[in-house]
């Protein structure tokens, strides 16, 4: 019984030691398709490059990285940008907004996309 209480004890203590709020990891999940300019999907290793910007038409990066063998099946991949190149939030959020550009391998870069708020990250 001793044994019992002072386990609960430790685990209580243990508890109340960890931080109250958990830290926000400093990346950003990336899913994608990729298809072939006659619609069929891309499979097997590609390199991809993606770039963050302040705006849709401006033309230096506020940060870019390159995915090297990048994993594609029938299409699909996932990737974590941050892993590479960290992000530095702090400089990234004072923009009002951000537009993400991809590129594939050698090709020119696509359409921008806007990067938005999930609502779990807007306080």
Do not use: H
């Not at 109340?16 to 990729?34: E, F, K, N, R």
């Not at 097997?44 to 994993?71: C, E, H, Q, R």
């Not at 974590?80 to 939030?89: A, H, I, Q, S, V």
């Amino acid at each position: 019984m001793k044994n019992a209480i002072c386990l609960t004890i430790l685990l209580c203590s243990a508890l109340m030691a960890m931080p109250s709020q958990a830290t926000v990891p400093d990346l950003i999940p990336i899913q994608g398709v990729l298809s072939g300019s006659d619609g069929s999907a891309i499979d097997g290793l590609t390199d991809l490059k993606f770039s963050i910007y302040a705006n849709s038409m401006s033309t230096t990066p506020l940060w870019t990285d390159t995915f090297v063998d990048v994993d594609v099946a029938n299409g699909f991949f996932t990737i974590y940008l941050g892993t590479g190149n960290p992000l530095d939030f702090e400089s990234l959020l004072f923009n009002p907004s951000l537009w993400l550009g991809i590129t594939v391998e050698a090709d020119a870069e696509m359409e921008r996309f806007p990067l938005a708020a999930v609502p779990f990250a807007v306080e």
